[in-house]
């Protein structure tokens, strides 16, 4: 259920891409994506997986509208990626923590609180979200690069998004926290909101609802976990991948 | 939506940076004592001394500005920032004031160090002085946000320190009176910003009042306004 604006017409993807093309780089820069077709579905938590170069960071940075050099159709939650009236809606985690180092985790929380105009008790539940509120006091430069990439999180969840996409947010992190982090992404789910995560460790593709497996830019494949086990007659994922690529090759 | 939340931001950091303060506050008063030192004894103090008060603010706001920005385009903090409701201008904004305010620190312990410490006395308006001081540190803001936008890397950043001031420190009259110049270096001369600041400087130091300078105040305040938008257009929303 989206809790800035009313819910698009029921069954409306978050994300929904028609002969995408993304090109990195500027003009004469590398074309990383073309002709990619995808959905990602609402309320769900959406796996983006591939290696690393496959292009998913392209894809995030045109869905949360700051990549240029864009063409086709990308519609983020019933609007066309980069409307003005999606900033409010989505949140994003870039994949190298973006966060001020020289100051502290309050204080870069309290910054973007502003900027939302969302107020002191939002700083303190996200903290408690992710875990940090017994950090808080501590300047950023001085925390791993765990409890850094849980700040970058902790801002993309202040402003209660419609969307949240997710560079990589759960890379570096302990299996325990990991753990966390992934039933915090479900309850949100739950809550109504779509998330779309990405990953180059294949062993998180059974914590989502969906996969997309993107590789050299193209959509190797889309389904429920389960589903692409069954499919390839694999036990992980990470031999599903391979299964896939090899049918692709052939 | 306002530019405010990234002031305070921006002023934060600063502020936790003691170092950096201590450079900022403290390093152009040991160069103009070393000045007043060299030439005790003489008015060379008085009669250049203005002009040097508002030659540090704009070569060092310009070089802290052009990196502090160049780091948050580096770092992705900007791209997060860029696909969130912010609006361009009010980043560029917020960094402004923030550094004009830091600036305006500077000019100001600078002038009281000048006058109190080295017996700086200016013929004209000293309150003109401080007030050209500060639009100084608010044009090296406003241009290093304009620079920071050509930079790719934090060493051509750097460059462009010589590049665009470098010129304007040699043409601004302070080498040579500006009606003495080539006819075509007198052109260029005018059309760059730094030259007003030092030329109601030189004004004040020999005698005027702040009404007398008010043409060359003018002037800097529309550069200053000029380099901010300059700078919120080249700051992009969807990047290569
Ligand atoms: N600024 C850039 N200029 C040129 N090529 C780039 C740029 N950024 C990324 N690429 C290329 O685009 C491809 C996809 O990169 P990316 O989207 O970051 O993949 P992933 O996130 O899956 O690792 C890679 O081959 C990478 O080298
Ligand atoms: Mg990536």
Known sequence: ?250 | MSPLPTTGRVLRKVGHDHRTLAILLVLPCVVLGLVGWMFSGTDVVDRFGPVLLGLFPVIVMFLVTSVATLRERQSGTLERLMAGPVRRGDVVVGYAIAFALVGAGQALVLTAFTVLVLGMDVAGDLGGVVLVAVLDAVLGTALGLAASAVARTEFQAVQMMPLVLFPQLVLAGLFLPRDQMPAVLEAVSRAMPLTYGTQALQELAAGASLGDVRGAAGAVLAFIAGALVLGTLSLRRRTP
Not at chain 1, 99 to 125: F, H, M, Q, S
Not at chain 1, 161 to 174: F, I, K, R
């Open chain 1, 1 to 250: 259920m989206g809790r800035h604006a009313p819910v698009a017409a029921p069954g409306t993807p978050a994300v929904r891409a028609r002969g995408l093309r993304i090109v990195r780089g500027g003009r004469r820069g590398v074309v990383v994506v073309d002709g990619l077709d995808l959905d990602v579905p609402a309320a769900r938590v959406v796996g983006l997986l591939g290696p690393s170069g496959g292009g998913k960071t392209s894809l995030l940075r045109a869905v949360v509208g700051v990549q240029s050099d864009v063409t086709g159709t990308l519609d983020v939650l019933g609007l066309p990626a980069g409307d003005p009236r999606l900033r409010r809606r989505i949140g994003y985690v870039t994949q190298a923590p973006s966060v001020y180092a020289d100051l502290t985790v309050r204080e870069n929380l309290r910054y973007v609180a502003e900027v939302l105009r969302v107020g002191e008790d939002r700083v303190t539940a996200v903290l408690r979200d992710v875990d940090l509120r017994h950090l808080s006091g501590r300047t950023v430069a001085a925390l791993s690069g765990g409890e850094r990439a849980r700040t970058s999180l902790a801002i993309a969840l202040l402003g209660e998004p419609d969307l949240l996409v997710l560079d990589e947010p759960t890379v570096g992190l302990d299996p325990v926290l990991r753990r966390d982090l992934w039933a915090l992404f479900h309850d949100l789910a739950a809550g109504g909101a779509s998330l779309l995560v990405s990953s180059h460790v294949m062993d998180e593709a059974e914590r989502c609802d969906r996969l997309l497996l993107l590789r050299q830019g193209r959509l190797l494949a889309e389904g429920a976990p389960g589903d692409l086990l069954e499919r390839t007659r694999t036990t992980t994922a990470e031999a599903a991948f391979l299964a896939l690529v090899e049918d692709g090759a052939s």
